[in-house]
């Protein structure tokens, strides 16, 4: 039975590169696929493009593609990847330009056609997460990007692409598309890309199979993760899936690491809606067969939606922070006397805000007053006050009060920090899936 092997060279934007680095010189990999585009990290790109026309692409797509590209291109290794973000054809010519000047003959292509801010603007559509409508948003909204399926990215690759870039697609789709172009996978063929979304689906966060966010001492000890693997996709032809990774790289792959992940980010695990299929993870299987070899079987699907889901980015006001910290005996009690100072402060002077908090961090920051109620008081602490407000001028003053405790509230604060920025949210509407048209532009390097 033909098999691929797909290494994850990315979970997130800011993730480490010689992980990437190590599965394109060491994983026997034929893909490697970077998954680098949050929901919001698309809303931020399209601000990014608004000042910068040719800017809007992911930070670090230069340093990674210097760094993998050489190695690719002498191994015969595909890339995959979304770190166009909201401008693919901008990341494709810069790849391009890389891949030139190093030396490189590359068939680079972009897909285009995730960005429907202009079939949503101003339209009826209703908002999932809030009360609403797009046309309700007004000029608040930033960006309007669909979850683009595998299609585009495997016409790309049959079309002799050496690099993918794409902007709005779903996770598992990068995965999914080298399997579909490798093994001629029919686009309705609901259990295998059910399974293949499965595979997906494991990979797409990079580390967190491997150990990363596993790890609790004593509990769950992954050892080296410092110098943590990422994980290779074995994946049959059938859909069969074994994950691993390099040999001697640090973290581990076990049936544990890799039954935590299936449930990241599935609302309902025998309906998860994807752009290319609906897929039923409520049989998948995992069996360890080896150090750092786990068999994963089981997923299956049903047909696809008539509708792509759309996430949309958009001004949501400002919020103004303002930390200080205090340490020693009492430290509790001046955190908390703080707190009260500058929530009268803010009342006494007017400050404007629709939402406030006051948190002493090592206290009550995170699971609040009850849960922290009777243990043990801590040598420090520090005092946090967030709000959300209208406008930046009233989002500002809410720090400036927090740090003038320097000179004017407990004794022995230090370490004043303040902030202010305006806050871009994101919201979701499903848009009918023939308004969303994806097409290919390919750079020659």
Known sequence: MRSIRIGSGAGYSGDRIEPAVELAEKGDIDYLVFECLGERTVALAQQARMKNPDGGFDPLLEERMRAVLPICAAKGIKVVTNMGAANPEAAARRTAEIARALGLSLKIAAVVGDDVLEACKDSALPLLEIDGTMRQLG??????????????????????ADVVITGRASDP????APMIHAFGWALDDWNLLGQGTVAGHLLECAGQVTGGYFADPGFKDVPGLARLGFPIGEVGEDGSLVITKVAGSGGAVTAATCKEQPLYEVHDPQRYIQPDVVADFSGVSVEQIGPDRVRIGGGRGTARTDTLKVSVGYVDGFIGEGQISYAGPGAVARGRLALEIVRER???????????????????????????????????????????????????????????LYTNGPAGGGGATKSAREVVAVASVLLPREQATPSIRFVES
């Open 346 to 404: 803010l009342k006494l002077t007017g400050v404007a805000s629709s939402e406030l908090r006051f948190d002493l961090i090592g206290i009550d920051s995170l699971h609040g007053e009850a849960l922290s109620a009777g243990r043990a008081e801590p040598y420090e602490v520090r005092v946090r006050v967030t709000g959300r407000t209208e406008t930046m001028r009233e989002a500002v003053r809410i720090g400036n009060e927090v740090e003038t």
């Open 173 to 176: 789709a990068l995965f999914m």
């Open 139 to 160: 000029n608040r909204v930033l960006s309007a990007n669909a979850y683009l399926g595998a299609a585009p990215m495997v016409e790309a690759l049959s079309a002799g």
